[in-house]
């Protein structure tokens, strides 16, 4: 009876279930020229790889504001602060949908 019991029942490797490759775009891109964050991504999807982090600088009023490799930081020699990026893109959506009532 032993012999013929089943221990593991027949299953497919998880990476069954990944989706296909995406295709790395070797134009050249630069943030705000021709490469947009909020542009829309083509249909197939696609994969950017950088050699260094890129920086994106914005201001706010006379405040100069940069985010970097996931941290946005405030220059503002009185009162700087550090926080995560999502977070600022939290605060910052929140301040325009509170702008607009």
């Known amino acids: ?11 497919m490797a ?9 295709r790395e ?5 630069m943030i705000g020229k021709n490469w947009f964050l909020d542009q829309e991504i083509p249909a197939d999807g696609f994969v950017r790889i ?4 890129q920086v994106w600088e914005e201001r706010v009023d006379k405040t100069r504001i940069i985010t970097t490799e996931g941290l946005t930081t405030c220059l503002d ?9 999502g977070g600022w893109n ?11 009532r």
Do not use: C, H, N
């Open 1 to 11: 009876m032993r012999r013929s019991m089943r221990w593991e029942v027949p299953s």
């Open 25 to 29: 775009q070797e134009t050249p891109l």
């Open 90 to 100: 939290f605060l910052k959506s929140f301040r325009k949908a509170t702008s607009k």
């Open 77 to 85: 020699a009185g009162r700087g602060w550090t926080i995560t990026s």
């Open 14 to 22: 998880a990476a069954a279930y990944d989706p296909g490759l995406l």
């Open 50 to 53: 950088q050699d260094s982090s």
